[in-house]
């Protein structure tokens, strides 16, 4: 059986064609802007933990992971190291594209936290890499910083506010 | 000995008391957070109770409610852990009322070590060497200018009640002064409810070496050897090793010798920590009295063969200190690496979240502290330290390599954290050599390891097969045969493949 799925690492597309035997094996068609290659290998462990290991024709096992679906994103580990990438189905990528969220100036938090101290303010021009605000979170201060060079357009919070993961703090225009 | 006691702390901490005390016949009581009830030391404790919400100031830090739990479960004596209530000389005396044993040191030790600028003055007066700076708090900026001055930049910022490396800032020059002064003023109280900052001279590369010390009460101290923890972010450690390497024998001597003297000149009882700066000729200044059990006291149990929690049980009980000082000699060298819930890529950012994979590893020479199981959630609002990985061997460098392998087999997934930062201080030359200072990991300047392109290839095909696997509502990736790698089929196939069989 056979599917095809665009995937992102960042901004960076491609193609992906799947191939799966009804006995683990795995034989994909990747198509990107570099080129086109083959992948193959066999799932020789698939656990519900998100774990798996990959085994090469050679026989070299590979020690995976995969990561929980969010929002449509999902964190692969492939030889300890982590990799966000995003899967679409070919068509879907097609009907939605242009409407993702990615360079947007949105500015949040990933994790819960209060708000310490804010370094910008609306009309302030910013670079990027820019502290624009510290949230305490797990007793330590963190500064987070400007993803983009732009303008601040809106603050949506103060000093002193409890902030969740994930909730926009600043936007950046 | 105690019959019960209860322990006053959670995660990996608490786990090891209730090691300790079961090994002596004690029954232990928990207490926990409405985020902990399913936590591991909740569930090893004989018994359990539920002291409040999740924010440790409405539960961990709640001493009356503690205090409450152990009238109500029959527990003789309270084993602070570290943190938390540990060095809070005012729950001490809430002990002392209530006539219940707190595995420590008295309030007045705690009180005279606790306050960093009282404890500079005291240790002066007994002839201990202490960093050059102010012995009171500063209060405001135009004060803190002048002083700065006349220490010499660069300065350090300290929070007088600190500790944990919050409410500290290292100061280069003037122009940094007030936006550090005002952030360690802001950390201090938050974190410990008292913004006195107080400054030190900066020693330029020091080495971070701490004395471990041992007292009871009946006129024995003890000296545990000395522990280099000079591998820390953010002032914070990250690995710990005993004993210190690369130092002269008379300059341990001399350390431990101080620290005792420190110990005395407070009426220490029970197991604390001396730490110093040691800079490039082996001079050492006090830096403080951690008047608790550290996180880092597992390196000296291995490398000297004792069980400082079990010593502290039976010196709180009233025993006579379990070793002497001529006993004390290493006979390993052990070392521990903290596994953080935080992104080393990301300036050590906290990564709270779920523990999806979580398996520990296991081998000679490897001893892993930890609170939790696979599926625990690694909560933002506790410290982000999840797990110890002590590795000990008959020398360093058999301990190092053991070390390696030991983080190549741990396997975490679901939140980000340091175990490649942690192998890669292993490959340093600075490290390997064991002549290495607090500036190592700023200089190493660690940079995770990027993916290659094949890596990054066999990510889309995972993400594309689970997307996959997603629209068609499949549970698992492969069918019940495949889950056997050496089902006939695929063996042949393979050896096919090697060209090992026709």
């Known amino acids: 059986m056979s599917a095809r799925w665009v995937t992102w690492i960042d901004d960076e597309a491609a193609t992906v064609e799947l191939d799966r035997t009804p006995d683990g094996r795995v034989v994909a068609r990747i198509e990107s802007a570099t080129g086109t290659r083959e992948v193959s290998f066999e799932v020789a462990l698939a656990q519900p933990n998100g774990e798996r290991l990959l085994r090469s024709d050679a026989g070299r096992s590979t020690p995976a992971w995969v990561g929980p679906d969010l929002r449509g994103e999902r964190t692969i580990s492939v030889a300890r190291k982590d990799i966000v990438v995003r899967a679409k189905r070919e068509l879907d990528a097609w009907l939605h594209s242009g409407d993702d969220g990615a360079g947007s100036g949105a500015v949040s938090v990933a994790m819960p936290g209060r708000v310490v101290k804010l370094l910008a303010k609306v009309g302030d021009a910013v670079e990027k890499g820019q502290p624009l605000l510290i949230v305490e979170a797990m007793k330590m201060e963190n500064e987070v910083k400007a993803r983009r060079a732009g303008v601040v357009q809106s603050v949506l919070v103060s000093e002193g506010a409890s902030v969740e993961g994930g909730k926009v703090l600043m936007e950046i225009g | 000995m105690f019959k019960r006691i209860l322990i006053a702390n959670r995660g990996e901490i608490a786990c090891r008391v209730i090691r300790a005390a079961r090994a002596l016949g004690i029954e232990t009581v928990a207490v926990y957070s409405e985020a902990d009830a399913r936590a591991l030391h909740v569930r090893m404790a004989d018994l359990a109770f539920c002291i409040g919400p999740p924010p440790s100031r409405e539960s961990y830090l709640v001493g009356a409610r503690i205090l409450e739990v152990a009238r109500l479960s029959g527990a003789e004596a309270i084993h602070p852990g570290y943190g938390f209530l540990s060095e809070n000389a005012h729950f001490r005396q809430e002990c002392d009322a209530a006539g219940i044993v707190f595995i420590g040191p008295s309030a007045s030790a705690m009180h005279l070590m606790g306050e960093k600028t009282l404890a500079r003055r005291t240790m002066k007066a007994a002839g201990v060497p202490v960093v050059p700076g102010t012995t009171e708090p500063i209060t405001d900026m135009a004060e803190l200018l002048k002083v700065a001055v006349e220490v010499g930049y660069p300065v ?238 008959a020398t360093r460098e058999v301990a190092i390599e053991r070390a390696k392998v030991a983080l190549r087999e741990y396997t975490v997934h679901g939140i980000k954290h340091n175990l490649e930062l942690l192998a890669a201080v292993l490959d340093n030359p600075a490290f390997k050599a064991g002549h290495y200072t607090t500036a190592l990991l700023s200089e190493m300047a660690f940079v995770p390891a990027a993916a290659s392109e094949a890596e990054r290839d066999l990510a889309r095909v995972l993400a594309a097969l689970a997307a996959d696997d997603a629209a068609r509502g499949a549970r698992e990736v492969v069918s019940d045969r495949a889950q056997s790698p050496w089902a006939e089929d695929g063996l042949r196939r393979r050896l096919m493949g090697l060209g090992g069989l026709g």
């Open chain 2, 156 to 393: 350090m910022l300290k929070a007088a009640s600190g500790g944990g490396g919050k409410g500290m800032r290292v100061v280069h020059s003037e122009g940094d002064l007030l936006r550090a002064f005002e952030g360690a003023q802001r950390e201090a109280r938050n974190s410990f409810g008292d913004d006195a900052v107080y400054v030190e001279k900066a020693i330029v590369g020091p080495r971070h070496i701490e004395v471990q010390v041992f007292c009871d009460r009946h006129g024995n101290a003890v000296y545990v050897g000395d522990r280099e923890c000079s591998v820390q972010r953010r002032h914070q450690k990250v690995i710990e090793e005993a004993p210190a390497p690369s130092l002269k024998d008379e300059t341990r001597r001399a350390m431990g010798e101080m620290a005792c003297r420190a110990a005395k000149a407070v009426a220490y009882e029970g197991a604390g920590t001396v730490e110093c700066l040691v800079d490039k000729d082996e001079n050492f200044y006090f830096l403080e009295m951690n008047t608790r059990l550290q996180v880092e006291h597992c390196v000296t149990e291995e490398a000297f063969g004792v069980d400082l929690v079990q010593a502290q049980l039976i010196v709180a009980s009233g025993g006579v200190l379990p070793f002497q000082q001529e006993a004390m000699k290493p006979l390993k060298a052990a070392i521990e690496l903290r596994l953080y819930a935080e992104d080393p890529g990301l300036n050590y950012q906290p990564s709270p979240g779920p523990l999806q994979v979580y398996r520990p590893p296991r081998g000679p020479g490897v001893r892993v502290d930890d609170g939790v199981v696979e599926g625990d959630i690694v909560s933002s609002i506790y410290d982000p330290m999840v797990a110890k990985l002590i590795v000990y061997g």
